[in-house]
């Protein structure tokens, strides 16, 4: 897989995608408190839209190009992925049901400067399997934070995360990947979820990485739904995903999409 070059931020503008990335935690923050039976992801998205205008933001989700010129651009601030989706369900009338889960991703650019964070939410009480297929990947997550130090490189994140996903009898989803994110949404170098400790370019102070391991509890295979966008698991089985955006700093990983 290509992994291109990094950009290295400046320490003033790792600041500024902080800020993005407080508005964005915000926004999930506050649709992570309605999260419940009966709700629909099209309430969800016009709560996080709001929520992100009202902080001088831009979604950044919304009408981002798909890549086949037939499908129409993206048509919410959030991307709502519920049960085998694995990410870009499009929110609507979707209603959310005691058991599901939902992955909740969203995009802000505040000031020029993007962020890009996710997290897979309980809908009321939900089987052992799919709590578990949470914690796992919460956990990879944050391993793979842990891994995104100065001096090590690409492949040690996705080496985190593949060796506690398979260690745990899961499968990581290679279809999509993590990136890095500046001025733009998906910058150089791409983040797998799975690689070789020491492969890939090296992580230099100042990188900035949205890095998003995605887990199915079956089969790692990908399909499409008709709308184009909604990329679901082939088997039917649950999906998970969380994402946050993170600098490297010589004081360790820099988590920017928290709200502190
Ligand atoms: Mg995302
Ligand atoms: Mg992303």
């Keep these: 897989m290509m992994s291109g070059s990094i950009k290295p931020k400046t320490p003033e503008q790792v600041e500024a995608m902080a800020a993005s990335g407080r508005v964005l935690a915000g926004a999930l923050d506050e ?15 016009a709560i996080a839209e709001s ?8 979604p950044s989700f919304l009408g981002v190009p798909a890549a086949d010129p037939g499908v129409e651009p993206f048509p919410g601030a959030i991307c709502a992925s519920i049960n085998d989706a694995i990410v870009h369900g499009i929110p609507g009338s979707a ?29 009321g009480e939900i089987d052992p399997d799919a709590s578990r297929l949470l914690d796992v990947t919460r956990a990879a997550l944050a391993e793979a934070i842990r891994a995104s130090v ?7 994140i996705g080496a985190a995360v593949q060796k506690l996903v398979e260690e745990a009898g899961l499968t990581i989803v ?6 890095g994110i500046g001025r733009t949404m998906h910058e150089s170098p791409q983040v797998p979820n799975f690689g070789r400790p020491g492969g890939g370019p090296e992580l230099v102070p100042g990188t900035t990485l949205a890095i998003e391991p995605m887990v199915n509890i079956g089969s790692a295979g990908v399909v499409f739904d008709t709308d184009g966008w909604t990329a679901r698991t082939d088997d039917g089985s649950l999906s998970a995903h969380f994402e946050h955006t993170v600098a490297i700093t010589h004081a360790g990983p820099r988590v920017l999409t928290e709200a502190v």
């Design 150 to 156: 100065a001096g090590g490189h690409i492949g040690d």
């Design 51 to 58: 929520f992100i205008r009202d902080h001088s933001g831009i």
């Design 174 to 179: 290679r279809r999509f990947v993590g990136h």
């Design 95 to 123: 209603v959310l049901r005691e058991g599901d889960i939902i992955s909740l991703d969203c995009g802000v650019i505040l000031d020029g400067w993007h962020s890009d964070s996710a997290r897979t939410l309980a809908v």
């Design 31 to 45: 649709i992570e408190a309605e999260v419940c039976p009966g709700v629909t992801t099209g309430e969800l998205d």
